[in-house]
């Protein structure tokens, strides 16, 4: 069992920056593809950023190269998501995600281990 914990959200104005912070437990992460995703009410839960856990290589959507980097530090058992340049789009509840028998890193059921979320708020 992997434990995930979101912080780091909140409101901020468009052209902005927020980092989102995910503390993960229970179990060593090698081999784990860990992954923010995001939702928006009345839509389904879309991929944002991921990062293989052992070897620190990234993925990132279209819509948010550029602006946004996922890290993570191994010591501390966390992923990080630096987010510059916020737009009211980019407002929704983001998760954390972490699964290790990926064909799909972009897939959001391949995940097994998910946090409760951190709301994102931008306003315009």
């Known amino acids: 069992q992997v434990q995930l914990a979101e912080s780091g959200g909140g409101l901020v104005q468009a052209g902005g920056s927020l980092r989102l912070s995910c503390a993960a437990s229970?179990?060593?992460?090698?081999?784990?593809?860990m992954a923010w995703f995001r939702q928006v009410p009345g839509k389904e839960r879309e991929f944002v950023a991921g990062?293989?856990?052992?070897?620190?290589?990234?993925w990132l959507a279209d819509s948010v190269k550029g602006r946004f980097t996922i890290s993570r530090d191994t010591a501390k058992n966390t992923v990080f998501l630096r987010m510059n340049t916020l737009n009211v789009e980019d407002t929704a509840v983001y998760y954390c995600?972490?699964?290790?028998?990926?064909?799909?890193?972009?897939?959001?059921?391949?995940?097994?281990?998910w946090g409760q979320g951190t709301q994102v708020t931008v306003s315009s």
């Open positions: 995600a972490a699964g290790n028998t990926l064909r799909t890193v972009t897939a959001r059921l391949e995940y097994a281990y």
């Open positions: 990062v293989n856990w052992s070897v620190g290589s990234t």
């Open positions: 229970g179990r060593t992460l090698h081999n784990y593809i």
